[in-house]
């Protein structure tokens, strides 16, 4: 089998998230050292706190304090913290019942290891030194043998509110375009392009998935097409992309390259851009290490007739 | 057995705007599930089962709503679903939730569908750099110009059709309160005078970027029985797809829109649309679709749907109006951009529209698509219950 490509993907992105009025008390207040939990109709306290009854489905606000001492009610020990994860040292994942609250919250304890922890034993909230209104202003739980802490009765009214916070997310991925579009990405670094011809419907898909989605069948058979190319269509662009070098305005195009079922996209240069029109012949232009056309030019041929690629997407 | 006929009995929106920093994700969809049971005079207990959609989840980053908003939905001890089909989830979330109502599996349904497009950036997630890739050139407008550009050249319509469309809905989102976009001061020469971003796609011609819900109540003949207000009645639905990409695709004219659409027409005995149908709300992100989809829904020949554009047969006042409440132009949080089709809709059937109702419309269609013109759903509602 040839070699198919494979390289890694970082998709990452700042997420914004309002907090509405529960979730904007709760943070504000480990911004203030305060723990808040929520009362449901039935009299328990939920802490984190949310915005709506899980029995009754009702609208909850009764905001209470609860201490910043609990209990562990279950725990996991993790041997190899990751990036961003809220110690860099080994420490357990405790579920804690604070004092006062009948649910437990999520976060790290601070132990020497896996023996130091048990379900039952007593802990405190450490509070990070620079807090801002997020989980993380809890820097974690570590042991405690004292009396259990006497919340102080606040109301859960803050001046100042944080309304919103940054969740940034990110997945790390190692992507491969497969068989095909491996062997088409290939071809391109000799200034190629290959496609794949269906056996059954016998058009050439550019670049090739591997199958032709319209008769299920697999592809396998290659054939180089182009270089030339039809403009089927195309806009101008006249918007800056803030991830694109390229001066407005541009034609973005739809070109179908000789031999192939279906059109590609790409930039055409060489050009006024208020010159270029459907049926225009073009050709690709590379530049030196680019692993795709830089644009396409005019060849001088003749335009195509419409018939020729009006039904070629 | 015959399916069991499906009514529409409850429909709440929130107020669309850029940005809601007031609530939470959970907060926004529970506004709009609170105003669809206050339509319908229920409550949570009331509601057997919750059916969601939302956006693809790069466009916000909330990768599992259902786990997070089963509280906020009186979801708990109940059956609760997601959808996902890009753009068209909103129709397809109803139609799923309309299925389970047809079937007789539960009696009384809240479907949902919501986007806070403020928290994220939809354009960031349509163009991830994927490894060995070209980069996409041109953005969400950009993709679809190209398309518009050969439906002109096909039809041989005037430039100045698309224009004329972004006009008529602006204008009809002054009468609709829930509507995001409200130019008091909009003029034709105004839209004519926008900049043109992706020609042939000018500014004024384009979708706003929304933060909404829509929520609908659908429930079986008994519940129908027992509603304190006219219900809609469904009496066709269907949804379709096809690749992104594919030799012989009409990107003008996708053949899995056209299908969708004669699928809905059979089953609600629909022979002539334009005749049949009073009233419209078909997705249009950007103005040129209207025509496009008139005759992609079989409204008009092809190359001829913009000449009911021209003609003014699609104003608030014309023979078949479209997108009555202002449409997706002036509306657009994107996941909940299609349930709002099926939503306005019913409004109309159920003479609840408003300022921009149809006078006596007894049956419409709601329409919407989504991804690279490839998921295709629509519902058609009507006053009357179907003839079973
Ligand atoms: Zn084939």
Redesign the interface.
């Known amino acids: 089998m040839p070699e198919v490509?494979k390289?890694?993907?970082v998709?990452e992105?700042p997420?914004?998230?309002?907090?509405?009025?529960v979730?904007s008390a709760f943070l504000t207040g480990l911004r203030e050292r305060v723990v808040l939990g929520v009362k449901t109709r039935d009299g328990r306290t939920l802490v984190p706190p949310?915005?709506?009854?899980?029995?009754?489905?009702e609208?909850i606000r009764d905001l209470v304090e609860v201490a910043p001492t609990g209990t562990v009610t279950t725990w996991a020990w993790n041997h190899e913290p990751r990036r961003d994860q809220p110690l860099d040292t080994p420490f357990a994942w405790v579920l804690v019942r604070l004092d006062g609250a009948d649910t437990a919250l999520l976060h790290a304890l601070d132990a020497p290891g896996p023996d130091s922890v048990h379900t039952g034993m007593r802990v405190r909230v450490r509070w990070a030194q620079e807090r801002a209104g997020a989980i993380t202003d809890i820097a974690c739980f570590e042991p405690y043998d004292g009396e259990p802490a006497e919340p102080a009765g606040h109301s859960g009214e803050f001046d100042d509110a944080v309304?919103?916070i940054v969740?940034a997310?990110r997945l790390d991925y190692t992507?491969s375009?497969g068989r095909a579009?491996s062997a088409y990405?290939n071809a391109l670094s000799d200034r190629r392009t290959v496609g794949e011809r269906?056996p059954s419907?016998r058009?050439?898909?550019v670049p090739p998935r591997g199958a032709?989605?319209?008769c299920g069948v697999a592809t396998s058979e290659q054939v180089e097409v182009g270089p030339g190319g039809t403009v089927?269509?195309?806009?101008?662009?006249?918007?800056k992309?803030k991830?694109?070098d390229?001066e407005v305005?541009y034609v973005?195009?739809?070109i179908a390259l000789d031999g192939a079922?279906?059109a590609l996209?790409?930039?055409i240069g060489g050009i006024p851009y208020d010159q270029v029109r459907?049926g225009l012949r073009v050709e690709p232009v590379w530049t030196e290490g680019a692993?795709?056309p830089d644009h396409y030019r005019p060849t001088g041929e003749p335009d195509a007739d419409?018939d020729t690629y009006?039904?070629l997407? | 057995m015959s399916k069991e006929p499906v009514a529409v009995v409850g429909i709440g929106q929130t107020k669309h705007v850029s940005a809601?920093?007031?609530?939470?994700?959970?907060?926004l969809v529970?506004e709009a599930a609170r105003r669809a049971l206050d339509d319908a005079e229920l409550t949570?207990a009331d509601v057997d089962a919750v059916v969601i959609g939302k956006a693809p989840d790069?466009f916000?980053?909330v990768m599992m709503p259902e786990l997070y908003l089963?509280?906020?939905?009186?979801a708990?001890g109940k059956p609760m679903l997601r959808v996902h089909t890009a753009g068209s989830v909103g129709g397809s979330t109803a139609l799923v939730a309309a299925s389970l109502v047809a079937a007789r599996v539960h009696g009384t349904v809240l479907t949902l569908a919501f986007e806070?497009q403020?928290?994220?950036?939809a354009m960031?997630g349509l163009?991830?750099?994927?490894?060995?890739?070209?980069?996409?050139?041109?953005?969400a407008g950009?993709f679809f110009?190209?398309?518009?550009?050969?439906y002109m050249?096909?039809s041989g319509a005037p430039d100045t059709i698309g224009s004329l469309v972004a006009y008529k809905d602006r204008r009809n989102a002054l009468k609709n309160p829930y509507a995001h976009l409200h130019e008091h001061d909009i003029t034709l020469e105004k839209v004519q005078a926008s900049?043109?971003?992706?020609?042939?796609?000018r500014y004024s011609e384009t979708c706003p970027s929304s933060d909404g819900a829509c929520a609908m109540i659908l429930t079986d003949r008994a519940g129908a029985a027992r509603s304190p207000r006219p219900p809609a009645w469904m009496h066709g639905g269907a949804m379709r797809s096809e690749?992104t990409?594919?030799?012989?695709?009409?990107?003008v004219s996708p053949q899995a829109g056209k299908d969708c659409a004669a699928d809905v027409y059979r089953q609600a005995g629909i022979s002539d649309p334009r005749r049949d149908i009073d009233a419209v709300e078909m997705y249009v992100p950007f103005s040129w679709y209207e025509p496009m989809w008139l005759e992609n829904l079989g409204f008009a020949a092809e190359g001829e749907g913009w000449k009911l554009t021209e003609a003014g047969a699609t104003e608030l006042d014309g023979d078949l109006p479209v997108n009555m409440s202002g449409g997706v132009l002036s509306t657009n949080p994107i996941g909940a951009s299609g349930m709002i089709r099926f939503a306005e809709a019913a409004l109309q059937v159920r003479g609840q529209a408003g300022e921009h109702q149809v006078d006596g419309a007894r049956r419409a269609l709601g329409h919407a698509y989504g991804g690279g013109s490839q998921f295709f759903s629509m519902w058609l509602v009507g006053a009357a219950p179907p003839q079973t």
């Not at chain 1, 949310?50 to 489905?57: R, S």
């Not at chain 1, 089927?232 to 918007?239: K, L, P, Q, R």
Request: aromatic share 12%; net charge positive.
């Open positions: 490509l390289a890694p993907l998709v992105f997420f914004t998230r309002s907090l509405g009025p979730q949310v915005e709506y009854d899980p029995v009754t489905a609208e309304t919103g969740a997310a992507y375009p579009q990405i269906c419907c058009k050439v898909y032709c989605p319209t089927t269509t195309f806009c101008v662009v006249n918007i992309a991830n694109l390229i305005p973005y195009a739809h079922g279906l996209h790409g930039r459907m692993r795709y419409y009006k039904e997407p | 809601r920093r007031d609530v939470s994700i959970a907060g529970r949570w790069f916000e980053g089963a509280d906020a939905l009186g708990v806070k403020s928290e994220s950036n960031w163009s991830l750099p994927i490894p060995f890739q070209q980069p996409l050139l041109a953005g950009g110009a190209p398309h518009v550009r050969a050249r096909r900049p043109m971003l992706w020609d042939p796609i690749p990409l594919f030799a012989g695709k009409d990107a």
